[in-house]
């Protein structure tokens, strides 16, 4: 991925919260000149996130040229330049601080138990070196201004995610899960490309209509609701093109396709451990649903997952309740017995720790079972 690319995908994505950052993490790639302070001037940062070619259109209203799709490769989807537009538009936030990043991953995902809100990292100055602690800051909370060790919010976040790894039993049922539902997401594609394709139609038919009525208007009001009425119309077309041209069928492998998820639900712990600083921000976003409430000197609660893992948690649940550890046995209901080929006997042909159901009978010992 181009540095280009990365800056357009980081801040459509929430990776770069302000134009600031993006111009930050553009400065060592030396792509644009820099100003006396040795930054990226902001307009040259807002020139990329609104520059179309990037995402492989082009268009010019002096000359009367249309939203076109260019010959050139796009760096971006036509829907990620829309997500930048749209929060371009937005409210701007506060710039990110590297080092809350760096050195309190957590800053943001931990939220007090008492009050619920989320906590803050920081460094505080002792005599000789700094020392870095999570604190609430809510005012009327109870655990206000009680400063926690970084170092035991870090160990104890360590077991946490370490006990959401699920046990390795589950995931032949899980896989099968996910790929019938990956066959029937296949299965509907063609479905889904045809509505999108009516829908293309109907678009190019708007299109032609409302270019008609503006050759034959005078009304400068008229052009310009028709001007922006087409400029709608054009960008709805190239989304639904770019949607097209992305889910046109392509021979794949489930396996291949599914490796990196079914190892990732496998074990998180392992991408939060040896992952970077964007990758742990992946860890956080993909396995919690929400911050997760710390009790001073108590740790942990309970943390609220994202659906895949909350399903294999569930799923765990279910297989506790309906076997025991034993394991499963197959019924045979000509000897209204189980297997017993695993279970130790003694001498007398009697197994002490099994005792099955038959059919219109009471749980009964095994050997009468047999009998």
């Known amino acids: 991925m181009s540095p280009l690319q990365e800056a357009l995908e980081g801040f459509s994505s929430g990776r770069f919260q302000t134009q600031a950052d993006v111009g930050r993490f553009l400065v060592p790639h030396g792509i644009f000149a820099l100003d006396k302070n040795g930054a990226i001037h902001p307009q040259r940062v807002r020139n990329l996130l609104t520059n179309k070619i990037y995402a492989g259109y082009y268009s010019h209203k002096p000359w009367n040229v249309p939203l076109t799709r260019g010959k050139h490769e796009a760096l971006i989807s036509w829907d990620t330049f829309q997500r930048n537009q749209a929060r371009l538009e937005d409210k701007p936030s506060a710039p990110q601080n590297k080092t809350s990043q760096e050195d309190f991953p957590l800053r943001g995902h931990i939220a007090c138990a008492s009050c619920g809100h989320p906590m803050t990292g920081y460094w505080a100055k002792g005599r000789n070196k ?3 602690y999570y604190e609430c800051f809510q005012k009327g909370c109870s655990e206000r201004r009680k400063s926690i060790k970084r170092d035991e919010v870090d160990a104890a976040f360590e077991r946490l995610l370490k006990s959401l790894v699920p046990p390795a039993s589950l995931f032949p049922i899980a896989k099968a899960m996910i790929k019938d539902i990956w066959q029937s997401q296949v299965a509907q594609t063609e479905g889904r490309r045809k509505a999108q394709k009516a829908t293309l139609k109907r678009v190019q038919a708007s299109i032609s209509k409302a270019a008609d009525r503006l050759t034959e208007t005078e009304s400068a009001a008229a052009i310009r609701a028709l001007e922006a009425k087409l400029e709608k119309l054009e960008a709805e077309q190239a989304s639904i093109t770019e949607h097209l041209a992305r889910s046109k069928p392509k021979p794949r492998d489930f396996e291949a396709t599914f490796r990196t998820a079914l ?9 939060w451990d040896k992952g970077n600083q964007h990758d742990r921000q992946a860890v956080l976003k993909l396995v919690f649903a929400a911050p997760t409430p710390y009790t001073r000197n108590r740790g942990f609660r309970t943390a609220k997952t994202t ?3 909350k399903a294999l948690a569930d799923l765990d649940g279910d297989v506790e309740q309906v076997a025991e550890r034993q394991g ?8 209204g017995s189980t297997d017993f080929e695993s279970a130790p006997f003694d001498h007398s042909g009697t197994s002490p720790h099994r005792s099955v ?4 009978n009471p749980t009964i010992p095994a050997a009468q079972a047999h009998s």
């Open 130 to 132: 700094r020392y870095a």
């Open 263 to 271: 190892d990732f639900l496998a074990n998180p712990w392992k991408y």
């Open 328 to 335: 499963f046995e197959p019924w045979d209901p000509q000897r």
């Open 357 to 360: 159901v038959v059919p219109d």
């Open 307 to 309: 659906l895949p893992f």
